[in-house]
């Protein structure tokens, strides 16, 4: 799986070191996988046990990357202070998802990359592709979509909407 989400991720990053904040990051995959590609890393997470299961992760990779508890929503970093945000699974599950791009459009630097990681799962919860986009070309010029349908991301064969999407501008 992580050579799968390796092989999706890091086409869309600009070079590294570029600084990386991965918004809601919880047990720290992405965050670590990024890291070892070389990136600069932040993460931020609401559940204290998953911040400290993203630093063991780290800590066992041998890699480089800050992680602290906080609200996703509205993350603790000065504007125009990264190149990439990074959300898996996060935007859908805020009370306020267009506040939260808001405030997440912020942080990026000019011509810095937006990439969520989204869903709308079988049980009827998640946000739909078509949402996804409406709410970021809301807020941005770009928003083109990635089906992620390869069973080799999600460990099996998926029968719901899961897709990545990327925004540069």
């Given at each position: 799986?992580?050579?799968?989400?390796?092989?999706?991720?890091?086409?869309?990053?600009?070079?590294?070191?570029?600084?990386?904040?991965?918004?809601?990051?919880?047990?720290?995959?992405?965050?670590?996988?990024?890291?070892?590609?070389?990136?600069?890393?932040?993460?931020?997470?609401?559940?204290?046990?998953?911040?400290?299961?993203?630093?063991?992760?780290?800590?066992?990779?041998?890699?480089?990357?800050?992680?602290?508890?906080?609200?996703?929503?509205?993350?603790?970093?000065?504007?125009?202070?990264?190149?990439?945000?990074?959300?898996?699974?996060?935007?859908?599950?805020?009370?306020?998802?267009?506040?939260?791009?808001?405030?997440?459009?912020?942080?990026?630097?000019p011509?810095?990359?937006?990439?969520?990681?989204?869903?709308?799962?079988?049980?009827?919860?998640?946000?739909?592709?078509?949402?996804?986009?409406?709410?970021v070309?809301?807020?941005?010029?770009?928003?083109?979509?990635?089906?992620?349908?390869d069973?080799?991301?999600?460990?099996?064969?998926?029968?719901?909407?899961?897709?990545?999407?990327?925004?540069?501008?």
């Open positions: 799986m992580r050579a799968a989400w390796a092989d999706v991720l890091l086409p869309l990053m600009p070079p590294a070191p570029a600084a990386v904040v991965d918004l809601g990051c919880g047990t720290g995959s992405l965050a670590v996988l990024v890291a070892e590609a070389g990136y600069s890393v932040r993460g931020v997470d609401l559940s204290s046990r998953m911040v400290a299961a993203a630093e063991e992760k780290a800590e066992a990779a041998g890699v480089d990357a800050e992680f602290m508890r906080g609200d996703a929503a509205v993350p603790p970093y000065p504007r125009a202070s990264c190149d990439v945000v990074l959300a898996r699974h996060v935007l859908w599950a805020l009370p306020d998802p267009g506040a939260a791009l808001d405030r997440w459009v912020e942080l990026l630097r011509e810095g990359c937006l990439v969520l990681i989204e869903g709308r799962w079988f049980t009827g919860a998640g946000l739909t592709a078509v949402d996804c986009q409406a709410l070309l809301g807020r941005r010029r770009e928003a083109t979509v990635r089906w992620l349908d069973p080799a991301l999600w460990g099996s064969a998926i029968e719901d909407e899961r897709y990545l999407l990327f925004s540069r501008a």
